[in-house]
């Protein structure tokens, strides 16, 4: 059981909005910024869409953003799309990197 | 371009060793800090460990400490996972990865090769 937790699964129209959130202790989402997210889509390698709990590397479209509330990070996806179906995990860092247990989003 | 290449998985029996390596090209490879991390089949993500640019600060997930050594040779664009008393629980697909920033190490990783599966099975 990861000291993240994450919803199994999440859904959403083309064009809606989702969020998935990322529930942690304080020590590890509450006073940290080091939470990220990583996207996985199917048969592919994890990529990088956020970092420092807000920032998104280059090229990654601004539809995906991250912020914070007290222990609880969330990823949002804004103009959902059919290619964004994918495997989304939150992670954090104290005395070495923790994922959350993932969460899979399905277009509809 | 930045390219991560891991090899050196395959079909081991319990107890037994595996090497990994990672070949990296693209960019300053002794200016970042570099990572493993694995994948079970149809599981989650998991961190293994994590080295700095100049190997001086090296971590360990606990569940492969003292059984895992992570090295990398700035020479050779490489970097590797000696990976000795191999369990069943540690077959998974190996990700090398690379650090986002190259000041020191954030652990966030930017971007992943595309793995090399290690099978521990009798």
């Known amino acids: 059981q990861s000291a993240l937790t994450q919803p199994a699964s999440v859904s959403g129209s083309p064009g809606q909005s989702i969020t998935i959130s990322c529930t942690g202790t304080?020590?590890?989402?509450?006073?940290?910024?080091?939470v990220s997210w990583y996207q996985q889509r199917p048969g592919k390698r994890p990529s990088l869409l956020i970092y420092e709990v807000t920032k998104r590397p280059s090229g990654v479209p601004i539809r995906f953003s991250g912020s914070k509330s007290g222990n609880t990070a969330s990823l949002t996806i804004s103009g959902l799309q059919a290619e964004d179906e994918a495997n989304y995990y939150c992670s954090s860092y104290l005395h070495g990197v923790i994922f959350g247990g993932g969460t899979k989003l399905t277009v509809l | 371009e930045v390219q991560l290449v891991e090899s050196g998985g395959g079909l081991v029996q319990p107890g037994r060793s595996l090497r990994l390596s990672c070949t990296a090209s693209?960019?300053?490879?002794?200016?970042?800090?570099m990572h493993w991390v694995r994948q079970a089949p149809g599981k989650g993500l998991e961190w293994v460990s994590s080295?700095?640019?100049?190997?001086?600060?090296?971590d360990y997930a606990d569940s492969v400490k003292g059984r895992f050594t992570i090295s990398r040779d700035n020479t050779k664009n490489s970097l590797h996972l000696q990976m000795n008393s191999l369990r069943s629980e540690d077959t998974a697909l190996y990700y090398c990865?690379?650090?986002?920033?190259?000041?020191?190490?954030?652990?966030?990783?930017?971007?992943w090769g595309q793995g090399t599966l290690v099978t521990v099975s009798s």
């Open positions: 304080n020590t590890y989402v509450g006073s940290s910024n080091l």
């Open positions: 693209g960019f300053t490879f002794d200016d970042y800090a």
């Open positions: 080295i700095s640019w100049n190997s001086d600060s090296i």
């Open positions: 990865a690379k650090d986002l920033l190259g000041s020191g190490n954030t652990n966030w990783f930017d971007p």
